[in-house]
Every structure is written in structure tokens, then in C-alpha cells.
């Protein structure tokens, strides 16, 4: 594997090759050299007791693709990941250093930052859905400070796991601020400067901070949960109908066919849910702009149309919907926020309204598909990522270029991807 690193100094290679002698020897004999870091020694002595391999011993990944973002939605520490990305991650493309939160257990959920670095990660599996528990792979800093349950900086050869000798990592744990219980771990990987005095630090605040989020949070969701049922309690709320307004089929409310304006006026205000006055609700619908009286006989029209399938009629000033409605739209936004790919992309049969010029439904439309080709293109797996292109993406140069950085080597569908690719070069 490359190293994160174009060169290192005499003195690391020389430390580098007096750790590979000092874990040999304490393969062979069972006894590990005082001379290094306690945590280090510990960590190498439960490895062997272990019969971990440092030359052949890889992470494993035991979920399949659904399952593991469906894990990873309902994780706790989902909810505080806008936090660590705020704090650590923004702005990371070019920092030398890969961000990851893993699991109580030591299976990494997300790993972001610098891509460049993250494409050498992938040939020592430092993935999202990868165990680097130190029961697995030996030590490391995720692994490490979960196993003694406090922050720990492991550098270059003190790994056990001779494949991540060219990195250096910080982790530390995170706690559920009610419990304490361990919830997880951050860790920031990559060169030397992974190990910095001041990495420790800013790894050590952004933990507080999470646990200081998770505690918000979880007083919101308290009050929220207090909320919903009493109104649930005071008047249960009927099941919301089906705005129907993606691919090429005839938009839909629930079992009742809509005009294209209807349609596109219902998805606003379904996607704007507090409402839209009538002036800026014309401007999104019609393109060029219209008389507010053309749009409000439009809505005349509109409130006949939802009588008949048993809707409440708009309410006016501004006007917005009676009751939501379930638009197919915002579900695969949501699926895609909770990182639910598979699912995402199954409920999205193409995009919304494709035949409507309507200035709000373009931007919702170039949206959407923006998001999924994005979240496509950074989190998919192989398999899903070429579905996407072959379905949503046929001329998509970056989406397949993407797809052919991401497969195996020895993947017998390179040559297929690698065809596709130049005939759309050649174009």
C-alpha cells in the first residue's frame, strides 16, 4: 500500500525497523520489550495472546450494504454527526488526515476527509462498515481506546498490523452523557500529523462537545416525544395520502390522477409545508411569472379536486395544505439523510415531474438528483453505484469514473466500465 507520505526520515525507518525486530522476537518468544509505550506493550501482548497475525490479519465486514446504513441511521451517534463534521471534517479534502467514527465495538460507521488519503485507506479495508476492533485487527487507535476506554495516539510501526505501519492515528472514546456508557469512538488518521500534541486535543473537545449534543438532543426529542403524544391523544391524525410526482407516470394523489399543475402545485406546498403566499407560489409555478388571479383560479380548480378525493380543502394567506401529504419526493431526501442508500434509490423511479418547466419543480427536480448523484458517487458500493449509472447516470462521466476507482481490481465488470468510459470520451 502506498504510504500517506512521500518519504520518511532516516530515524522513522530506523524506529520502523527496530519495532518490526522487537514484534518478531515477541512472536517468537512470547515476551514484549519493555522498552516500548505500556499501552503499546499491552496492546501487542493481547494480540499474540490473541494469535493475531501482523502480516495477514484484515478488519472484517459482516453486513451486508442495507443492513449496515439501516445499523448506522439508527445509531446514537447519528444524530451529533453535523457536530463532528463541523468541527473536524469540513474543508478536510486536502488536510493529509481521514476522520472516522466507529461503534461501541469498534466497527467504523463513517470515514470521511481528505479522498485522496481515503482511496489508500480502502487497501487496508479502513472503511465505513469495517471491524477495527483490537480483537481483530490488533492495535490501533479506535481499537486500542475502546479496549482501555480512554483517548490513545498509536504512530507508524507501533501498529501491530504490519499494513497500517505507513499510518498514524488519535482516537478517543465517546460516553453516553447520562449513562456512561461507551457509545463509541472518534478517531483522525494519516501522517504524523495524525499524532500531533494538538491532534490529542481537538479529538479530546470535539468528544465533549458530541456528549454535550447528545444530552441537547435528547431533552429536544423528551420534550418533542411529550408533544406528539398529547396531540396524538387530543386527536389522532389519519395516515397522510401519497403525492406521487417522480419518473414518468402520471402524478397521483393517493388513487386520484392530477393535471401536471395541479401536481406541480401540490409538491410545492407539499415541500413547503408552512405555506407559500400567493405571489411567490405564482412565481414558482408558472414560468415567466403570472397574474396572481391565474394562479388563484388554478386553485379553484385544484380545491374541487381534492374534495373529491377526500382531502381537506387549502387553507389561503398563505395558502398551504389542509393536512401534509406524503410526498414520494421528500422520502428519498429523508432515505438519503439516514444514509439508506439501496432504499433511496429504489423509491426513486426518476425525477420529479420531468416534464414540467415550472421554476420551483426545476429546483427541486436539479436537487434531488444532485443529492443522489453525490451520495451515489461518495458512499455507494460498487454494485449499487453501477446500477445508478446504468439507470440515472448513462452519460454521467464522473459518476463512471467513480464506479471504475471503486471496483476491485480483478472485477470482471472493468472491462465493461472501461468501454462505457471511452465511448463517452470519445463523445
Known amino acids: 500500500m502506498p504510504a500517506p507520505r512521500l518519504a520518511q526520515p532516516d530515524h522513522d525507518r530506523d524506529l520502523r525497523d527496530r519495532l518490526v525486530r522487537a514484534q518478531q522476537d515477541a512472536i517468537e518468544t512470547g515476551v514484549v520489550p519493555f522498552t516500548l509505550r505500556p499501552v503499546v506493550r499491552e496492546s ?16 472484517r465486514l459482516d453486513l451486508g450494504d442495507e443492513a449496515f446504513h439501516t445499523y448506522r441511521s439508527g445509531h446514537a451517534l447519528a444524530v451529533v454527526m453535523p457536530v463532528i463534521r463541523r468541527l473536524l471534517t469540513e474543508d478536510a479534502d486536502d488536510t493529509g488526515l481521514i476522520v472516522a467514527v466507529g461503534d461501541e465495538r469498534g466497527r467504523l460507521l463513517w470515514v470521511e476527509g481528505d479522498r485522496s488519503l481515503r482511496r489508500r485507506a480502502e487497501d487496508m479495508l479502513f472503511v465505513a462498515g469495517a471491524d477495527w476492533s483490537e480483537g481483530t485487527v490488533g492495535t490501533s487507535a479506535p481499537g486500542t481506546a475502546l479496549q482501555l476506554d ?38 483522525i488518521t494519516g501522517t504524523d500529523h495524525a499524532v500531533a500534541p494538538h491532534t490529542l486535543s481537538l479529538v479530546s473537545a470535539t468528544v465533549a462537545a458530541v456528549e454535550a449534543q ?27 395520502t401519497r403525492l406521487s410526482v417522480l419518473g414518468d407516470r402520471r402524478p397521483m394523489l393517493g388513487a386520484t390522477e392530477l393535471s401536471p399543475r395541479h401536481a406541480e402545485i401540490l409538491a410545492l406546498l407539499a415541500w413547503h409545508p408552512r405555506g407559500l403566499p400567493a405571489e411567490r407560489l405564482a412565481d414558482l409555478v408558472y414560468e415567466g411569472g403570472a397574474p396572481t388571479v391565474t394562479l388563484r383560479a388554478e386553485i379553484v380548480r385544484l380545491r ?25 419526493a421528500a422520502e428519498v431526501f429523508r432515505l438519503l439523510g439516514q444514509g439508506a442508500l439501496r432504499r433511496a434509490f429504489d423509491r426513486y423511479p426518476g425525477p420529479v415531474l420531468p416534464a414540467s418547466t415550472a421554476p420551483g419543480i426545476v429546483d427541486l427536480r436539479e436537487e434531488l438528483a444532485g443529492r443522489l448523484r453525490e451520495s451515489m458517487r461518495s458512499d455507494a458500493s460498487p454494485d449499487l453505484l453501477l446500477a445508478y449509472a446504468e439507470r440515472e447516470g448513462v452519460d454521467d462521466v464522473e459518476a463512471w469514473r467513480e464506479l471504475l476507482a471503486i471496483l476491485p481490481p480483478r472485477s470482471p465488470r472493468r472491462a465493461v466500465v472501461v468501454a462505457h468510459l471511452e465511448r463517452l470520451e470519445s463523445d
Not at 501491530?160 to 452523557?177: E, G, I, Q
Not at 447520562?178 to 457509545?183: F, N
Not at 374534495?307 to 389561503?316: D, H
Open 44 to 59: 501487542w501482548e493481547r494480540a499474540i495472546r490473541g494469535s493475531l497475525d501482523p502480516d495477514h490479519v484484515l478488519p
Open 150 to 187: 480512554r483517548a490513545v495516539q498509536i504512530r507508524g510501526a507501533e501498529h501491530y498490523n504490519r499494513l497500517v505501519h505507513p499510518w498514524s492515528c488519535t482516537a478517543a472514546p465517546v460516553h453516553d452523557p447520562d449513562t456512561g456508557a461507551l457509545l463509541g469512538v472518534i478517531d
Open 304 to 328: 374541487k379536486v381534492l374534495a373529491a378525493a377526500g382531502e381537506p380543502p387549502l387553507e389561503s394567506r398563505p395558502y398551504r395544505l389542509g393536512r401534509p401529504l406524503d410526498l414520494d
Open 214 to 240: 447528545l444530552r441537547v438532543a435528547r431533552l429536544e426529542s423528551t420534550v418533542r416525544d411529550s408533544i406528539r403524544r398529547t396531540r396524538l391523544r387530543a386527536a389522532p391524525a389519519a395516515a397522510a
